[in-house]
């Protein structure tokens, strides 16, 4: 979770959300890493997690991810809760609830719901204080 928290500041300096992601595969390597971006790609997708997604599709060459953890400072919105499924992850550890647009805990329960044909173990709460100040400062600059 240190490293997303390394990835979201860098989102930070870039105006950009400071939401940060890694994706871990099973030996514990990050094989894929993302920091927010849509306003400076101007793409509504450039999230930090789907960003980690791509990266470790690519390294691993399958768009499936099996065995492998999410961490992500920010639960992630209903989009990227769909592509963490799609993508067959095992585990996603977050750390800020994000009661506002939350697909995991907050407003949907996309992950682990018994209506898809995969579940993903969730896990919030990690440095969520941390999490939380990051995206605090964030947006007390910009009031």
Do not use: W
């Not at 997303?4 to 030996?27: C, I």
């Not at 018994?114 to 969520?128: I, K």
């Amino acid at each position: 979770m240190r490293e997303a928290l390394e990835y979201a500041e860098f989102a930070a300096t870039m105006g950009e959300v400071p939401v940060g992601a890694v994706v871990v595969d099973a030996s514990g390597d990050i094989i894929g890493s993302g920091s927010n971006s849509p306003v400076g790609q101007c793409d509504p997708t450039a999230h930090a997690e789907i960003e980690a997604l791509q990266m470790a599709g690519q390294r691993t060459n399958n768009y499936r991810l099996n065995g492998c953890t999410i961490y992500t400072t920010l639960e992630p919105c209903v989009m990227c809760a769909g592509a963490i499924v799609h993508a067959r992850i095992q585990r996603l550890v977050f750390g800020a609830r994000d009661l506002r647009f939350g697909g995991v805990r907050s407003k949907f329960q996309i992950a682990d719901s018994e209506l898809l044909n995969h579940r993903v173990e969730v896990v919030e709460g990690v440095l969520a204080v941390e999490c939380q100040r990051l995206l605090q400062a964030f947006f007390e600059e910009r009031r």
